[in-house]
């Protein structure tokens, strides 16, 4: 049962996009219908079929993984920041709530403001192209999984940024190209050896064919491989997040 204080904190997170939609949900309507229109119409017709499937239904969960990936480490990396510059941080510090609870608080509003953009590709991919989920179930698990798991590591980044560009950094030189060379709009099998074996390094990789997998039955890699990454990195990142929030680290001074 959730305590008071953790329930108001995820509340706070909740509403605090919610009430932002136009920022915090319609960018993603924008940037994937434009996505789908360029790459899937356009140059769908030309490409045709990547194993088994037209491009159009290729190229949708990786738009649907783009969407979590961004809107979930914006969220909390951004509160985080906010918090601190605005000095309401010391706040929050002060409440009876352990760093455990204080990073779930942030990562659990982080995870929704992903999983409700991913939802919203999801059903754009429906409305604009006739997108079919294979296995909703676990589709939607997997998108809560890596929701989670960006939305921790964006605490982390928002704990130890000094200042907004430190966000935007990790945002556009580290989810933006791991995220384009994860096969969002290819499949790895069609890269030389060398570059195959380099992709398998790339953990976005890992998720993105999950999810291509779960939407759509077919991957170029395992599915239980990319479940198993998933869950370690959601692991690994919220046991940062929280010790980073225990010890008061870049928040305390």
């Not at 706040?91 to 608080?105: H, M, R």
């Not at 605490?155 to 190209?177: H, R, Y």
């Not at 999950?210 to 990454?229: A, E, H, V």
């Amino acid at each position: 049962m959730l305590n008071t204080g953790l329930r108001t904190l995820i509340n706070r997170e909740v509403w605090r996009f919610l009430n932002l939609y136009k920022q915090t949900i319609f960018p993603s309507v924008i940037s994937s219908s434009l996505y789908i229109i360029v790459f899937g119409h356009s140059l769908g017709t030309r490409i045709g079929e990547i194993n088994g499937v037209s491009y159009m239904d290729f190229i949708i969960p990786g738009l649907i993984m783009m969407a979590v990936i961004n809107h979930a480490y914006q969220n909390s990396s951004s509160s985080i920041v906010q918090a601190k510059f605005l000095k309401f941080i010391d706040d929050i510090l002060i409440t009876p709530l352990s760093g455990f609870e204080l990073a779930v608080g942030y990562i659990v509003g982080g995870a929704f403001r992903g999983f409700i953009n991913g939802i919203v590709v999801c059903l754009l991919g429906w409305i604009l192209t006739g997108f079919v989920i294979n296995d909703i179930l676990i589709t939607l698990t997997l998108i809560f999984i890596v929701s989670w798991t960006f939305s921790a590591f964006g605490c982390i980044v928002g704990i130890a940024a000094k200042s907004w560009d430190e966000i935007a950094i990790f945002s556009n030189f580290i989810f933006m190209p791991l995220t384009f060379l994860g096969g969002v709009f290819y499949s790895i099998n069609d890269l030389p050896n060398i570059f195959r074996i380099i992709s398998q390094f790339n953990p976005l990789y890992w998720m993105i064919n999950g999810l291509r997998y779960t939407c759509l039955g077919i991957s170029d890699s395992p599915y239980i491989i990319s479940l198993f990454i998933s869950i370690i990195f959601a692991i690994v990142f919220t046991i940062i997040a929280s010790k980073l929030f225990t010890i008061g680290y870049r928040i305390k001074e």
